[in-house]
């Protein structure tokens, strides 16, 4: 069946720093690809999301590529605020729309 | 309101009580999905329903769970006889339809169950 791997956290960065979290995915067919974020006390966000191999999504500084041929979908971010801090998960959605989750990455970043 | 919302968004259930969880979609959306988050853990899929039909509930733990959409709207989760291992906070979403553009799920912000 479908499955997500994302890197396990927590991630901790200085404010400013790059961020990467990698994700990577089993699927059959051409699922769309999303990440979600949650930041404390609060519900699933969508951050960004891409339908089609090569495509980018894009959102708040936050990019992520469809890539198809390593089935991958890693997040970055080129410089992280302390509003940052959250727990993102990777996520793709099966042709009748079922959302399968990766187990989230906590984000703290530090001043 | 504009998003989807749940109902309680806190319940305390003693072991063995029948607990039930609402959902109200954002109106208009035809697909509606119930999911379980144990504490640090990604959601789970519980169930799927397409307006009134419940199409997908593969991932309903046991036969205590429960879920209907009688108007295909407002959606019900209910779980009888309640264990301690039902404790998560259960979230639904909505998205618009099963056509490619559509398939985005918004969530709500979930009803914590804490069954002692």
């Known amino acids: 069946g479908d499955s997500v791997t994302q890197m396990e956290g927590p991630v901790t960065l200085s404010e400013e720093a790059f961020l990467t979290i990698n994700c990577t995915y089993t699927?059959?067919?051409?699922?769309?690809l999303f990440w979600y974020v949650q930041y404390p006390g609060e519900g699933l966000q969508l951050l960004l999301k891409?339908?089609?191999?090569?495509d980018k999504g894009s959102n708040k500084g936050f990019e992520a590529t469809y890539r198809k041929e390593t089935t991958s979908f890693h997040l970055e971010k080129g410089s992280v605020q302390v509003s940052d801090s959250a727990v993102y998960f990777c996520a793709l959605s099966s042709p009748y729309q079922k959302v399968t989750f990766g187990t989230g990455t906590k984000l703290q970043v530090i001043p | 309101g504009a998003g989807v919302s749940q109902s309680p968004r806190y319940k305390v259930a003693k072991r063995g009580q029948d607990v039930a969880l609402r959902c109200d979609p954002i109106?208009?959306?035809?697909?509606l999905f119930w999911y379980q988050q144990a504490l640090g853990q990604g959601p789970e899929f519980l169930t799927y329903f397409q307006n009134e039909a419940q199409l997908d509930k593969s991932g309903l733990p046991s036969d205590r769970f429960f879920a209907e959409r009688p108007e295909g709207s407002v959606s019900t989760l209910k779980i009888q006889r309640t264990q301690q291992e039902d404790s998560a906070v259960y979230l639904c979403?909505?998205?618009?339809?099963?056509?490619?553009?559509?398939?985005?799920?918004?969530f709500g912000p979930g009803t914590r169950l804490l069954v002692l």
């Open positions: 979403a909505s998205s618009l339809g099963v056509l490619a553009g559509q398939e985005t799920q918004y």
């Open positions: 699927a059959t067919g051409y699922p769309s």
């Open positions: 109106s208009g959306h035809v697909s």
């Open positions: 891409a339908t089609k191999a090569d």
